[in-house]
């Protein structure tokens, strides 16, 4: 997730744009940069670092001219530095794009373009858009722009000048964000409304492969058939700080809406059908597989409780034995590791000290170490041998949501392709999973839709001082995190217990009007639960049970029942876990919690 701006109009670009961006910085900030047509030539200034840093720079060395573009970054390919910041160029520095997105098959445009002579500079996958749009350019940029993006696959919202018409910024957007402001005698490209909101409250909400033309005498704007497009004026009544949340109440609900997407761009360009898993930074051969007997995953809170679906996950595809553990304990208990370990750490920060003392630790015994993290450039992708980044973009509330689905995600994809390696499982096994995950994004969206029902029960038991979340096998992990999710941000104490396990004491705790949230989605422990279910039903507890739809008979037994769409068995916890982080939340708002900055808490823990 990054943050785009563009401007045409009379005024000093580059001010405008400083200012946009600062609106835009929860969407990204690890870099920045703007490029302003200065005297018909193009000019960029850009650095690794917050915004601030950026205005530093230009302070120093000013930029002028009226017609500009300019980003906000959130690193996904190449770690953030001044190189791999935008805007980037062609090599004359003719042609100049900002883009927030992913282009998935930017590995292939990369070799063709070569193979043409072209010549790229950074690790992005953007640098292939300005190359390509020099490609294409026969001295008309919007034709050359719409023909550019026939070639790119992946998601776009693209800002793009040339000197060579330097009074237009050319724009087109598909599944990522993209605004246009109207201001009198000047006009704006944005990746969100915050960003020209001190200019003007009219503005043109663009759909997929529509382009935009900007000058300072207008806006037009066309379909990817070059026709032109009429579009009605939204005028903003709202104010920039509920834009910033997406008109949400707050981040963590924006960011547990925002899964689909998460989910949907943590798989995008590794799995794809009938394709071998493809994994940008860990390269571990068959040899080296062969020779690991033990897989360790480590990590803290909810990180560690992604690593304990992924120890059912990797055991069950890739039938390699995992143990997992919690990071500041693992380190201080003398674990026997060797060069046979792999050790896998999670962490959404990368930043988490007791899980960079693990991967420190664990290095030193010769153990190999794969980080999965959400940011790129941390001190824990840059210390692990190998990388998985998950591509959740920027996690702003405290409570952990959208890390830890796509952490889920990471877990599945590292499974499946271990399970290639050693050759676990059969192809079409293989296949169902990987089709299977690719509907996820889609059934996460209608799983959003039981607001009413978890609303209505939060807002009967948030009174409760005490709740128990039960499940089995792989709902275990996920009651867990559900768990950890209603104590972080609504203060309600609350235990994760295994079916199995109730009856060996915690039972006892079981009352008339006790709450219990259960999730069933294991087929060959249905019954099992089922009778876990009624042992507490019996003694008095108000269960709500979260389970595949087809599942009605939970109805008869239970005070209130979700139903998530069906899917692998395996592949439950990306569903499951949603209704459980909404009950959370609707029970911390029913509490009038801060649910973005619970107390006593900090989103990245970097002391021990
Ligand atoms: C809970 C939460 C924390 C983090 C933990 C690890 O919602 O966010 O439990 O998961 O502090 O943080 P990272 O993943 O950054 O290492």
Redesign the pocket.
């Known amino acids: 997730m990054c943050g785009i701006v563009g401007f045409v109009g009379k005024r000093e670009a580059s001010p405008i744009l400083v200012e946009g961006l600062s609106k835009l910085e929860y969407r990204g900030y690890d870099s920045a940069g703007v490029a302003i047509i200065e005297e018909g030539d193009i000019k960029i200034s850009k650095c690794k670092g917050r915004l601030a840093m950026l205005e530093e720079k230009l302070k120093e060395a000013p930029l002028s001219g009226a017609i500009g573009i300019g980003h906000t970054r959130w690193a996904t390919h190449g770690e953030p530095s001044d190189l791999n910041s935008h805007p980037h160029a062609n090599e004359c520095g003719s042609i100049t794009v900002v883009h927030n997105g992913i282009i998935e098959n930017y590995l292939h445009l990369r070799e063709w373009l070569s193979s043409k002579g072209y010549k790229f500079f950074s690790e992005t996958d953007t640098e292939v858009i300005p190359n390509l749009v020099d490609y294409y350019y026969k001295g008309d940029l919007v034709e050359a722009v719409m023909k550019a993006v026939t070639k790119m696959e992946g998601s776009y919202a693209i800002g793009v000048i040339t000197k060579n018409e330097p009074d237009k910024v050319v724009a087109v957007r598909k599944d990522s964000p993209l605004i246009v402001g109207l201001g009198e005698g000047e006009y704006f490209i944005a990746s969100d409304i915050p960003a020209v909101l001190n200019h003007t409250r009219d503005i043109y909400l663009l759909n997929d492969k529509e382009f935009v033309v900007l000058t300072k005498d207008g806006v037009q704007i066309l379909s990817e058939e070059g026709e032109e497009i009429k579009k009605e004026i939204y005028h903003v009544t709202w104010n920039a700080d509920a834009a910033e949340k997406g008109g949400y109440e707050d981040f963590m609900l924006k960011e547990i809406h925002e899964q689909p997407k998460a989910i949907k761009d943590t798989m995008s360009s590794r799995i794809i059908p009938g394709q071998p898993i493809s994994l940008d930074k860990i390269n571990i051969t068959k040899e080296e597989l062969n020779g690991i007997d033990r897989i360790y995953i480590v990590?803290?809170?909810?990180?560690y409780h992604a690593g304990i679906v992924g120890k059912y996950v990797i055991e069950k595809l890739a039938k390699i034995p995992v143990e997992v553990d919690i990071a500041s304990e693992f380190r201080y208990r003398e674990p026997i590791i060797n060069e046979r370990t792999l050790i896998i750490v999670?962490?959404?920060?990368?930043?988490?000290a007791d899980?960079l003392a693990v991967l420190r630790e664990s290095k030193k015994k010769d153990c190999r170490v794969i980080a999965v993290t959400n940011v790129v450039g941390s001190s824990i992708s840059r210390e692990a041998d190998d990388v998985l980044y998950t591509w959740a973009g920027p996690e702003i509330a405290?409570?952990?949501t959208k890390?830890y689905v796509t952490q889920l995600i990471a877990m599945y994809i590292i499974g499946l392709h271990f399970a290639e390696i050693k050759e676990t499982m059969s192809k079409a096994d293989m296949e169902l999973i990987k089709e299977e995950m690719l509907k996820l994004p889609e059934k996460a969206e209608e799983t959003l839709s039981h607001k009413e029902t978890l609303q209505k029960f939060a807002s009967k038991t948030y009174m409760h001082k005490d709740m128990f979340f039960l499940g089995r096998g792989i709902d275990y992990a996920v009651a867990m995190e559900g768990s950890?999710?209603l104590k972080?941000i609504s203060y309600v104490h609350s235990e994760a217990y295994a079916g199995g396990e109730l009856k060996h004491g915690p039972i006892a705790l079981i009352e008339k009007g006790t709450i219990v949230i259960t999730t069933l989605t294991q087929g060959f422990l249905f019954d099992k639960m089922v009778s876990n279910i009624k042992e507490v039903v019996t003694r008095g507890a108000k269960v709500m049970a979260i389970a595949f739809e087809g599942n009605n008979v939970i109805e008869k037994i239970v005070d209130s029942a979700i139903y998530i769409p069906k899917t692998l068995d395996i592949l439950s916890p990306i569903l499951s876990v949603i209704p459980q982080q909404l009950l959370a939340y609707y029970m911390a708002k029913q509490k009038g919690c801060d649910v973005d900055k619970p107390r006593n808490l900090a989103k990245?823990?970097t002391v021990e």
């Open positions: 990590a803290c809170g909810t990180a999670i962490s959404q920060s990368g930043e988490t899980t405290v409570a952990s890390a950890l999710k972080e990245s823990v």
